[in-house]
């Protein structure tokens, strides 16, 4: 009778040991090796998450690459509304093709000194420009549709003035022609935030129209 009660609790003894054993095994090896592996799959998860993010920027990227010309293009023609440097000579140029495209004579540009203009985030300068022309009224309107809307230099007309006719003035031109001065400014965009006044103007037009 002992002989059996002993058997039972060697029995039960070892299954209790076994579940000591299994216990003891789950906290001291599979745990750890389920939590690395968990958390092995997290890394996993986050850097497939990584490498889709990065390759739709990359596609991103090729496709502004592929635009990179154009970009260019819209720059270069932005830099002709808004130059880094004054360039008035360049602009006396600009003025004198309006003026011949209108049917005026330029008979004299003044240019003034600039005057900075600061914002939040950017830093311009503006210069005064006085244009005096001859020529009918319709011409003068011409000539500032021209100046306006087909030289690409960005201007803010700010007054036109017109005269009476002047023979002297028009050397040539039909009678009752009129003088007209548009007053007017230009604009400076430095590169990259410079905040350098833009160079002095340069000699006014002369009588001839240099």
Not at 54 to 82: Q, T
Not at 117 to 130: N, T, Y
Not at 170 to 175: D, K, N, Q
Request: proline share 5%; no cysteine.
């Amino acid at each position: 009778m002992f002989s059996g009660r002993t058997d039972r609790l060697w029995i039960i003894g070892g299954v209790l040991a076994a579940a000591v054993l299994l216990v003891a095994g789950w906290f001291l090896l599979i745990s750890p090796e389920k939590a690395e592996a968990d958390r092995l799959h997290g890394d996993a998860e986050t850097a497939q998450t990584q490498v889709a993010t990065l390759r739709s920027r990359l596609a991103d990227l090729e496709r502004e690459n592929a635009d990179l010309p154009r970009y260019r293009s819209e720059l270069a023609e932005a830099r002709k509304a808004l130059p880094a440097t004054a360039d008035s000579e360049k602009f006396l140029e600009q003025l004198q093709q309006a003026g011949e495209a209108a049917g005026v004579f330029l008979q004299g540009v003044n240019v003034g000194e600039p005057a900075k203009l600061e914002g939040s985030d950017a830093v311009m300068h503006h210069l005064p420009v006085a244009v005096t022309v001859t020529g009918g009224a319709a011409e003068a309107e011409e000539f500032l549709d021209q100046i306006q809307r087909v030289q690409p230099r960005a201007v803010l007309v700010e007054s036109v003035t017109l005269g009476g006719g002047n023979d002297e003035d028009t050397e040539g031109a039909e009678g009752g022609a009129l003088s007209t001065v548009v007053n007017l400014q230009i604009f400076v965009a430095p590169p990259d935030g410079e905040k350098t006044a833009p160079a002095a103007a340069p000699p006014a037009a002369g009588e001839d129209g240099s």
